[in-house]
């Protein structure tokens, strides 16, 4: 069986020639010693802008990934997308003051959220890189992607407000949901095959 071939039949519930593996979080200095050079991902990222370029770098992260997929027999690929390239004098908005009230911070994340832009397209470049090059070396690994966002159980300040103001807990989670979608649809035109949606705190009910 080829790797797709693998994975698809494990998600059908059909019994493949051996288990499908790939690894979910795989960084330096471990990355580092299998590739026999920096891994362009992670605490790897800015030494490869700084030495590459953003593009390049991009690019090498794809690389990068592929290798480690190709040097451990995997057959699925855990990618992330890519940092966006930094911009002088960028505006960030207002600095809002800290709060120790779980609920005013939530207050102010879902006010952050509900003002930001969809992505661009330079978060997602990592994935046109990475089909160019399977398609370069002949090779076919499915894609999982991200689109996580509702929560994990170390967000303190969520969890409480869950609690004491479930109404500002619900816009949180209507505005990730809606933050969420946008990214499948950014995959689903990338051609992606899979996608990570949910948290820890994404709930069983429409």
């Given at each position: 069986m080829t790797s797709r071939e693998r994975v698809e039949a494990a998600f059908a519930h059909r019994t493949p020639d051996r288990t499908p593996v790939f690894e979910y979080v795989l960084l330096s200095p471990?990355?580092?010693q299998l590739l026999g050079r920096p891994?362009?991902?992670g605490a790897g990222w800015e030494q490869a802008v700084f030495e590459m370029g953003w593009e390049r770098a991009v690019h090498q992260r794809a690389v990068d990934q592929l290798d480690l997929a190709m040097l451990l027999g995997h057959d699925l690929l855990y990618v992330v997308p890519n940092p966006p390239p930094l911009r002088a004098n960028e505006e960030s908005g207002p600095v809002l003051p800290p709060s120790s009230d779980p609920v005013e911070v939530m207050r102010?994340?879902?006010h952050q959220a509900a003002q930001e832009l969809p992505p661009g397209d330079e978060p997602f470049l990592v994935y046109a890189a990475l089909r160019e090059e399977m398609a370069r070396r002949d090779l076919d690994l499915p894609v999982l992607a991200p689109a996580y966002?509702?929560?994990v159980w170390?967000?303190?300040d969520l969890m409480q407000t869950?609690?004491?103001?479930p109404e500002v807990a619900a816009e949180h989670f209507r505005?990730?949901?809606r933050r969420c979608l946008g990214r499948v649809e950014r995959y689903l035109d990338l051609g992606v095959d899979l996608y990570g949606v949910g948290g820890d705190f994404s709930g069983q009910r429409p």
């Open positions: 471990l990355a580092d891994y362009a991902v102010q994340r879902n966002g509702h929560g170390t967000d303190t869950m609690m004491l103001a505005l990730a949901t």
